[in-house]
């Protein structure tokens, strides 16, 4: 069974800092899918990666496959960025998925 | 935005009922989930599947079955319902390689009294 651990588990920032949520896994995966949710809300992907570096807009996220370990990054964060943040993982052939618990984003004006 | 669907959006039943969940994609895709969401333990896997027919259980399928006869219906049936089964249910679609990103139904709020 993938053990999947974020940090932090709650993050409270000002608006315009730079953030950084992490994301480790402990048995080889296929992808790795960082996902939004807002409170109350419904849940949004935000990337899927295998291998390097991906950016959208302001978010970047990175994975270091031998390393078991991904980082999703916030720059010039903005109140809007406040949701729970969701690391998951998929392995197999059968693409099974397993999840982090989230990391609680604030982000202050 | 992807086309997946579920239905109920919410729903109250009382202990012992049976309860089913459906959801509903228009993508195609091979790869169905069903999640329950609770405070404390995020996302967790209940059932999933990997074509029409096939299906696998998650990490808390026990009180679960699920049925998949076509491509675009997941079914989550509650065969007698229990209070520790009130919860947020969450469908989810992936398809394969290129088009493995995920993507979430609004989810199912479960009230069981």
């Known amino acids: 069974k993938n053990e999947v651990e974020q940090s932090p588990q709650n993050l409270t920032a000002q608006e315009g800092e730079f953030i950084t949520i992490n994301c480790s896994y402990s048995v080889g995966i296929s992808a790795l899918h960082w996902l939004q949710q807002h409170p109350g809300g419904g849940i949004v992907s935000l990337f899927m990666l295998s291998s390097g570096k991906k950016k959208h807009g302001r978010l970047i996220a990175t994975i270091n496959i031998q390393e078991k370990h991904s980082s999703l990054h916030i720059t010039a964060s903005h109140p809007r960025d406040s949701a729970v943040y969701i690391c998951?993982?998929?392995?197999?052939?059968?693409?099974?998925?397993?999840f982090g618990k989230g990391t609680l984003l604030t982000v202050n004006p | 935005d992807a086309g997946i669907t579920q239905s109920p959006r919410h729903k109250v039943t009382e202990t012992g009922t049976p309860v089913t969940l459906r959801c509903h994609q228009t993508?195609?895709?091979?790869?169905m989930y069903w999640y329950r969401q609770d405070p404390g333990h995020g996302l967790r896997l209940i059932h999933y599947?990997?074509?029409?027919?096939?299906?696998d259980k998650g990490e808390v399928s026990d009180g679960y079955s699920v049925s998949r006869s076509k491509t675009e219906d997941f079914l989550l049936t509650l065969e007698s319902a229990t209070s520790s089964q009130t919860s947020v249910y969450f469908c989810?679609?992936?398809?394969?390689?290129?088009?493995?990103?995920?993507?979430f139904g609004e989810g199912s709020r479960l009230t069981v009294l």
């Open positions: 599947s990997y074509g029409v027919k096939d299906t």
């Open positions: 998951a993982v998929r392995e197999g052939s059968n693409y099974k998925l397993t």
């Open positions: 989810a679609i992936s398809g394969q390689g290129s088009t493995g990103e995920l993507f």
């Open positions: 993508e195609n895709h091979r790869y």
